[in-house]
């Protein structure tokens, strides 16, 4: 009887054991995993709730799996059941286009996988290859072309099974709703959302990826399989990804799984946005092979080099640079100043390019060079010759371009070294020291005079276009700089200052710039205004992330204020150590500011009086989306505002790769209902 008993309580707890058996989980963002998610190898969790598999280091694995495994089988019968997977990742590669070397989606029956990085994924070694006891299913996304492993590309997905050769693969993209195939970049660095499921009755797998976050009707990947003989009854699910000489940054972003059934739906703008990391978005460098192809034809390239530098000494000087205005450097003392361009004199990438730290040989003083690549000839010629009028700008609170130097298609401009970074690091990124009220008020005041000598002090009327915290400097005394003028186009006093191309940030760009295309120092204090509200509330003007939904800074901001709290926005970090007159001055000029009609907006001669107390601004102010009545909600302003918003975007400007004007062009064109959302009547 007790034996019974004791059989009979073990059967009850064994029941109970298997039906708290989890059948899902569903993560937007990683935040609050706890001890569900186990990590290894590089894989961490960074405080924006992003899971990072991999930095851009050579050689490096990461793993993430659920903590406890999943039952994929039947106990009875044997037979795999059907499960479905959809996830949001991301991946920065170190150089333009050049990364390694993938992700991938992974059912194994261990966590602890003993496996090797580069084109191993992390997922096996050399000596368990295609072993049918390995019992590892995995659907990679990868961006190296291995030829050890018949690799169709460097941008594919692939369906594993117990091996790095897949059994299927097709190039990356996604079918758009007109059924047209559209490729997609894995290595972008822009969010992708994939989809995985498993039909257990029709035994096949899907793969689907897509830039939204509606998922496409049609897969770019289908394989008949039956995974039964494949997958044990317990089996971990998770994340694998690694780094081989050529290196990636590897990020998931979000995470939902469902045995026998349909994973709950991931929205884009819900989750963690990319941090602001080096984008490299601008060489069109297009190189998809291997390593060892990729080390000869670096072979190759210096041969050729060294070949061409025989024949055709270095830089030729042409008529037209000799009119210019700024120093010219030459080539070898910039190369020299930087170290030859060292990846550790890397400060970081701007508008244009990369931005190299650098010590004049000459003068031993500090500058910041920025080195641009420029194909065609004649742009380059309207691009130096607007440089060198940009270099006869001189104020204080602008970054001062000292010089430039033009060799082949590399341009490089020169400028003076700000110790302090930009505002946004100091504002954003973990900064170490927060930065004071006082400090805060100092940089906008200076940003203020400086885009004032831009609007008025300058024999022509200068638009800068893309005023916003990355592109304002600290100097060693903190004080603001505006920076990064490479947008800013020359326009006459008095005339039409008209201009075909869009540009600029969203968030920071003004409701009617899409619409007229024309951008004006209206819509610079727009920008501007945006810029007062992130100074003082220490949050970006768009934060798709923010719960519940998107937060727009300035709604929020305008909502405080009419209920007669807007002291409540104040950034917290400043511990409510603040001159409150300074600060509610300051809130309420960038509400004046975020005007949607370009008329109401202050000029920036009357903004510099009212910082420098000159004048009072009265409390009744009018609200930002007065002149535009109507919420206007359009599909797909979720997935903008995600990508756009995010750091990627900051590298957005008119000369700029076709792929990036692209994707701006689709922005520009939309209709201006799209940023209603930030205009609705109150
Ligand atoms: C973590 O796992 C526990 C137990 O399975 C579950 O109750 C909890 O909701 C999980 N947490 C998250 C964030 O999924
Ligand atoms: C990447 O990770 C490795 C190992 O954790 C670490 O040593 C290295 O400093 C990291 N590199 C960067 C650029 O963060
Ligand atoms: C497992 O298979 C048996 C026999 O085919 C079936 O009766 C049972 O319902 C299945 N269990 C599950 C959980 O699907
Ligand atoms: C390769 O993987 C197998 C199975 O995961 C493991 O038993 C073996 O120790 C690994 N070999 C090496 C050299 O790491």
């Known amino acids: 009887m007790a034996k019974l008993l004791s059989f009979f309580s073990a059967f009850i707890f064994l029941s109970i054991t298997v039906s708290s058996q989890p059948d899902q989980l569903f993560f937007a963002g990683f935040k609050d995993v706890g001890t569900n998610i186990t990590l290894s190898g590089n894989a961490e969790i960074q405080k924006t709730g992003i899971l990072k598999l991999t930095n851009e280091t050579s050689r490096l694995m990461g793993h993430a799996f659920y903590n406890s495994p999943f039952q994929f089988k039947n106990s009875t019968n044997g037979k795999a059941f059907s499960f479905s997977t959809s996830f949001a990742f991301a991946i920065v590669p170190e150089y333009p286009k050049l990364g390694g070397h993938g992700l991938a989606f992974t059912v194994a029956s261990s966590k602890d996988l003993k496996a090797l990085p580069s084109q191993y994924l992390g997922l096996l070694n050399a000596s368990d290859l295609g072993n049918f006891t390995n019992h590892l299913f995995a659907v990679e996304f990868d961006t190296v072309q291995d030829f050890e492993f018949g690799d169709i590309n460097d941008n594919h997905v692939g369906i594993d099974i117990n091996s790095l050769t897949s059994n299927a693969s097709a190039i990356a993209g996604y079918f758009a709703d007109d059924s047209t195939k559209k490729d997609l970049i894995l290595k972008s660095g822009r969010a992708i959302q994939a989809w995985i499921d498993y039909d257990s009755v029709e035994k096949i797998i899907n793969v689907t990826i897509s830039p939204f976050s509606s998922k496409p009707r049609i897969p770019i990947l289908s394989f008949p399989l039956d995974l039964s003989p494949i997958l044990e009854e317990f089996m971990?699910?998770?994340?694998?990804?690694?780094?081989?000489?050529?290196?990636?940054?590897?990020?998931?972003?979000?995470?939902?799984?469902?045995?026998?059934?349909?994973?709950?739906?991931?929205?884009?703008?819900?989750?963690?946005?990319?941090?602001?990391?080096?984008?490299?978005?601008?060489?069109?460098?297009?190189v998809g092979v291997s390593v060892s192809a990729i080390l000869l034809a670096l072979l190759a390239i210096a041969v050729a080099i060294y070949l061409f530098r025989k024949i055709k000494n270095a830089d030729i000087i042409e008529d037209w640079e000799l009119e210019l205005g700024p120093h010219r450097y030459s080539y070898q003392e910039l190369k020299k100043a930087t170290k030859g361009f060292g990846?550790?004199?890397?400060?970081?990438?701007?508008?244009?390019?990369?931005?190299?730290?650098?010590?004049?040989?000459?003068?031993?003083?500090?500058?910041?060079?920025?080195?641009?690549?420029?194909?065609?000839?004649?742009?380059?010629?309207?691009?130096?010759?607007?440089?060198?009028?940009?270099?006869?700008?001189?104020?204080?609170?602008?970054?001062?371009?000292?010089?430039?130097?033009?060799?082949?298609?590399?341009?490089?401009?020169?400028?003076?070294?700000?110790?302090?970074?930009?505002?946004?690091?100091?504002?954003?990124?973990?900064?170490?020291?927060?930065?004071?009220?006082?400090?805060?008020?100092?940089?906008?005041?200076?940003?203020?005079?400086?885009?004032?000598?831009?609007?008025?002090?300058?024999?022509?009327?200068?638009?800068?276009?893309?005023?916003?915290?990355?592109?304002?400097?600290?100097?060693?005394?903190?004080?603001?700089?505006?920076?990064?003028?490479?947008?800013?186009?020359?326009?006459?006093?008095?005339?039409?200052?008209?201009?075909?191309?869009?540009?600029?940030?969203?968030?920071?760009?003004?409701?009617?710039?899409?619409?007229?295309?024309?951008?004006?120092?209206?819509?610079?204090?727009?920008?501007?205004?945006?810029?007062?509200?992130?100074?003082?509330?220490?949050?970006?003007?768009i934060e798709p992330e923010a719960m519940p939904e998107e937060l727009v800074l300035v709604d929020w901001v305008w909502d405080r204020f009419i209920e007669g709290r807007v002291l409540d926005v104040v950034d917290p970090r400043l511990n409510g150590e603040y001159n409150e007159e300074e600060v509610v001055m300051v809130l309420k000029l960038g509400i004046m500011c975020s005007n949607n009609a370009p008329m109401a907006r202050p000029s920036m001669r009357q903004i510099v009086r009212y910082l420098e107390g000159e004048a009072d601004i009265s409390d009744d102010l009018r609200a930002p989306g007065e002149f535009n009545g109507g919420k206007g909600h359009v599909e797909g302003f979720d997935d903008f505002v995600h990508s756009f918003a995010s750091s990627s975007f900051d590298k957005m400007n008119s000369y700029s790769s076709t792929r990036n004007n692209a994707s701006f062009a689709s922005l520009s064109t939309s209709p201006l209902s799209l940023f209603q959302g930030r205009g609705e009547t109150r």
């Open 236 to 286: 971990y699910v998770g994340f694998s990804a690694s780094t081989g000489l050529l290196a990636s940054s590897h990020y998931m972003l979000g995470w939902s799984f469902k045995i026998n059934g349909q994973a709950r739906a991931l929205g884009l703008s819900s989750l963690p946005s990319l941090p602001g990391l080096k984008k490299h978005q601008h060489t069109a460098l297009t």
């Open 343 to 541: 990846e550790k004199e890397l400060l970081g990438s701007g508008g244009f390019g990369l931005v190299y730290k650098g010590t004049l040989p000459k003068s031993k003083t500090q500058v910041a060079v920025k080195r641009i690549s420029h194909k065609s000839q004649q742009g380059l010629r309207e691009f130096v010759a607007e440089i060198a009028s940009i270099g006869r700008l001189r104020h204080r609170n602008l970054v001062q371009l000292l010089g430039w130097c033009r060799r082949q298609g590399d341009l490089l401009l020169v400028y003076d070294f700000m110790a302090n970074g930009s505002l946004d690091n100091s504002l954003f990124d973990e900064p170490k020291t927060i930065l004071s009220w006082e400090q805060r008020f100092t940089i906008i005041k200076g940003v203020a005079s400086g885009l004032l000598y831009l609007h008025e002090g300058y024999e022509q009327v200068v638009i800068h276009r893309d005023v916003k915290a990355s592109n304002v400097l600290l100097d060693s005394e903190l004080n603001g700089r505006l920076g990064d003028f490479g947008l800013a186009r020359l326009c006459e006093h008095g005339s039409n200052p008209g201009t075909t191309r869009v540009v600029g940030t969203l968030g920071y760009l003004a409701p009617e710039l899409p619409r007229t295309g024309k951008a004006t120092t209206c819509s610079d204090v727009f920008a501007f205004g945006a810029l007062l509200l992130e100074v003082a509330c220490g949050r970006r003007p």
